[in-house]
């Protein structure tokens, strides 16, 4: 479908934009790091919502895709503005706010 452009440089109101508030975002890639997807998972907001939301984003990326790779897909959560706000480890252990020192630090470790 093409999209009309208008002096507004609005979208049309039969296109439907999704939100990405509030979401845990996993970029799914193989094992060569190939990106193969994206999968995108609803949160409450809360560190708990957030971790719950990634291991089902995780549990998604399996079923979803073939051949992914848990340590080359990473993930992160947006804020309730849609925002990248938080990193969270593969193994759903760590959380680290995006552009902190700790996230960094984690980052090196891993």
């Known amino acids: 479908m093409a ?4 002096d507004r440089n609005s979208l ?21 790091g190939h990106r193969l997807g994206r999968v995108i ?9 957030i971790i719950i939301a990634a ?3 995780t549990d998604r990326m399996y079923a979803e895709f073939s051949m992914p790779s848990n340590i080359q ?3 992160c959560a947006t804020d309730c503005a849609g925002n990248p706000k938080w ?23 891993n």
Request: proline letters at 10%; hydrophobic letters at 35%; aromatic letters at 2%.
């Open 3 to 6: 999209i009309p452009n208008d």
């Open 12 to 32: 049309p109101a039969n296109i439907r934009v999704p939100r990405l508030e509030n979401v845990v975002v996993r970029e799914v890639r193989d094992r060569d």
């Open 41 to 49: 998972q609803p949160h409450n907001g809360t560190e708990p919502g």
């Open 55 to 57: 291991q089902a984003a």
């Open 73 to 75: 897909s990473r993930i």
């Open 87 to 109: 990193a969270v480890s593969p193994n759903f252990v760590h959380m680290a706010e995006i552009g902190t020192e700790e996230a960094v630090l984690r980052r090196s470790l």
